[in-house]
């Protein structure tokens, strides 16, 4: 009697895993490193990319630009001189909240992918369903403002425990705000003990240099990778 | 020949507008006038409650909380004396962005609306998905604060066109910031032309006067509306 092998398939993934699993593949073929950058809408990742792009030492860098409507920070974005994709996501996408796999793959085609080292994909301004999303990324940065009060970590948790980096943005104004950087550290620490922090301001440039260092090192270390086979 | 008259339903209305209309329905036989409180996170709207709620003048105010996890923001206005109940969007409701009317259904048991003038519902901060949903609410008021950067109206029209008051608040600020008020008013008259506006600090008080007398004046066109039948 002949048995036909049943191969079950276990661990089906939903359609946005997949498509990040895709998407993941096309950013190794090319050697790509992709950075998630999310962040409440006016945290400041849009100048905090205009303060450290400017020289990154020959790393060829490339961002996807997230939005619900519009085109400004790719606008602001298109004076660095690198490739600039805009993805809105009101067009075609139903408005939504968050970059998907299935949005950014979307635009893959419109990303020189083999010129470039480093793929920043700012996230549309949201501190909830960014975080459920994966996209295909290497590493996660967010981006928390000062001027956002020192509980957002408590607040909004799954966003402060799925990335790999945590910016504090706009610290030139704490003199004139009444907030408390020990308190974050500390309800940071109760949601994500451990994780790498930057205190910077991307207004005078403050601390900007660890994240230019950070990412540059990021870019070297893929092509390190790659050149290792 | 006997006909069926055959009745044809026409606008059939989603899941959150009929939910939203049932609301609305126990709101009016309550006499309670209903304010929707949406923001981006940490621009400011628990702190202005706290700041506009000490004195209603004999209005009698509830709120009801909206966040993905916590009740940071319930705990503060709990020393205020009123009726505060908190809504976890992560509990049973899979850490929505946003509050729907189905979540506000689900408390509307543990406040007593009989005993309420004006309810404040305090949205989940965010710009995008809050817009989208109506929960019964009267009016709709979303704060916007300076430090998030002129451009917020281009960015997310939806929330600025979606309500009838736009407050812009942490003016206290403004010496310290690169913020240009009038380019803002420019961008809100773009997506919102000549929706009302308020010029605000929570954190100083300039400007909140007007904000709590607007509140009572609400609550008192509900109580003058209900008493004409």
């Known amino acids: ?5 049943v191969r079950v398939v276990e661990d089906a993934l939903d359609a946005n895993t997949t498509l990040a699993q895709a ?15 999310m962040s409440a809408p006016g945290a400041g990742k849009t100048m905090l990319l205009q303060k450290v792009l400017t020289d990154m030492e020959g790393v060829r860098v490339g961002v996807l630009e997230g939005d619900v409507q519009g085109s400004l ?8 001189h690198i490739p600039v994709v805009q993805i809105q996501t009101d067009n075609g996408f139903g408005g939504e909240c968050h970059l998907d796999a299935n949005m950014v793959r979307s635009a ?3 990303l020189p992918l083999d010129d470039i080292d480093l793929l920043i994909i700012e996230n549309v301004g949201n501190l909830v369903c960014p975080a459920e999303f994966k996209v295909g990324e290497d590493v996660r940065i967010m981006v928390a403002s000062v001027t956002e009060g020192e509980d957002k970590p408590v607040k909004y948790p799954l966003m402060f425990r799925a990335c790999e980096l945590v910016i504090c943005n706009k610290i030139d104004l704490l003199p004139h705000l009444d907030y408390d950087l020990e308190l974050f550290k500390h309800h940071l620490d109760g949601v994500h003990p451990g994780v790498e922090t930057m205190f910077v301001s991307a207004r005078t440039g403050e601390g900007t240099e660890q994240l230019r260092r950070y990412l540059i090192d990021l870019a070297t270390r893929r092509k390190a990778e790659a050149a290792a086979g």
Request: without cysteine; hydrophobic residues 40%.
């Open 1 to 5: 009697m002949h048995r036909t092998k």
């Open 108 to 110: 893959l085609h419109e």
């Open 23 to 37: 998407n993941r593949a096309d950013f190794d073929r090319s050697g790509v490193m992709v950075v998630n950058l």
């Open 73 to 80: 920070d790719a606008d602001r974005l298109s004076h660095l």
